[in-house]
């Protein structure tokens, strides 16, 4: 699915005391950074962005584009990729309409912004972001991918053909500093190396309602990739967000409890045969996406709960299996309480040994 710019943050002090955090036993220190760099191939893509400018460069100076300036921008690769993806969405997607949109008052007002904006994230660390997803992946794991910079009207960046030739399209905003592009290229290539990890044949004897569930669970991972593009669990998710998103970021987090309670009614419902239809389940399995909703906030809190507790070795080791993650989950909760303080909920331990024998 199509992700907001995502930022990473410092360890925001009201949630390191929530729930105790603050207290938790002292594990040991985390293995150094990466080394596994041939694991990591990673490659910024501009031609599109660069192209579009090139047209606006003309459009200022007054001088006439010509067909051979959107000749160029029609063969660049990022946008070849991007009409196939909106076709592929279902889309309108035409020549000339997106010549109308670069045309634009409104984007020949920007394009110093956006230029501006395509040579900064030029000079962004991406091998460092591979190397923080990597961090947070199994040792089979491997990062292959190309990053598109896009001048283009959807202001919406996302994942497309992860499976086959992955790309990451990136929607070029001015408001995005360079650190947040790279929090942003992190997150994404965790998903990415999660697929080349976790890939594997569905259990074809697991009933309907527990495949669905498990495939819901694996969203999760949401917030596994939070805590890998932030570095780690001393660093706050949106360290270089703004104010506000940091505000909604804590504020969310408040709401932990409540979270885990609705997304196990949903589980529940799916399991009881209350909510059956796919189209109803996607509808509300959809509603935890939200900005960062429940998927990023609850995956976050029990990646970032196991690391403390266990390592983050303990955190890996069960990254593949979603039902494994939330006993792991359960055994970091147990232990995650001041003493006279409560421990963080746990996962009810009948639905989990549903989800692993039906």
């Not at 959807?154 to 990451?168: C, G, K, L, M, Y």
């Not at 044949?201 to 596994?224: H, N, P, Q, Y």
Request: glycine share 8%; net charge neutral.
């Amino acid at each position: 699915m199509a992700h907001v710019m995502r930022a990473s943050t410092p360890f925001h002090s009201a949630f390191a005391l929530a729930a105790g955090l603050c207290v938790l036993t002292p594990r040991p220190a985390p293995a150094a950074p990466s080394t596994r760099s041939g694991a990591v191939d990673v490659r910024i893509v501009t031609d599109e962005a660069d192209a579009a400018l090139a047209i606006l460069d003309r459009l200022r100076d007054g001088k006439p584009v010509r067909g051979a300036d959107w000749q160029q921008l029609h063969a660049s690769d990022g946008y070849q990729r991007l009409k196939r993806r909106e076709t592929t969405m279902g889309r309108a997607f035409e020549d000339s309409t997106f010549a109308a949109f670069v045309s634009a008052d409104s984007t020949r007002s920007r394009a110093d912004a956006l230029g501006r904006t395509v040579t900064e994230w030029k000079r962004s660390d991406l091998a460092g972001a591979g190397r923080r997803a990597l961090d947070y992946l199994p040792a089979g794991a491997r990062i292959r991918a190309k990053v598109y910079l896009t001048i283009k009207p959807r202001a919406n960046s996302f994942v497309f053909e992860a499976q086959s030739d992955p790309a990451i399209i990136l929607y070029v905003d001015p408001n995005v500093t360079r650190a947040q592009f790279e929090n942003t290229v992190a997150h994404e290539l965790h998903h990415i190396g999660f697929a080349s990890a976790c890939a594997g044949d569905e259990d074809s004897t697991r009933s309907a309602a527990v495949s669905t569930c498990r495939t819901w669970l694996s969203a999760f991972g949401e917030g596994l990739a939070m805590l890998a593009a932030a570095g780690g669990p001393g660093i706050h998710p949106h360290a270089e967000s703004g104010p506000d998103d940091r505000a909604r970021w804590d504020r969310d987090m408040e709401r932990f409890d409540d979270d885990v309670r609705s997304v196990r009614n949903f589980l529940e419902e799916i399991m009881n045969g209350r909510l059956s239809d796919p189209d109803s389940v996607r509808a509300r399995g959809m509603e935890f996406f939200g900005v960062q909703g429940p998927w990023y906030t609850v995956g976050y809190r029990m990646a970032v709960t196991i690391e403390r507790m266990e390592g983050r070795a303990a955190l890996i080791a069960v990254i593949c299996d979603p039902v494994e993650l939330l006993r792991a989950y359960n055994r970091a909760a147990r232990n995650s309480g001041s003493p006279g303080a409560p421990a963080l909920p746990l996962r009810p331990v009948d639905l989990l040994n549903r989800l692993e024998s039906e």
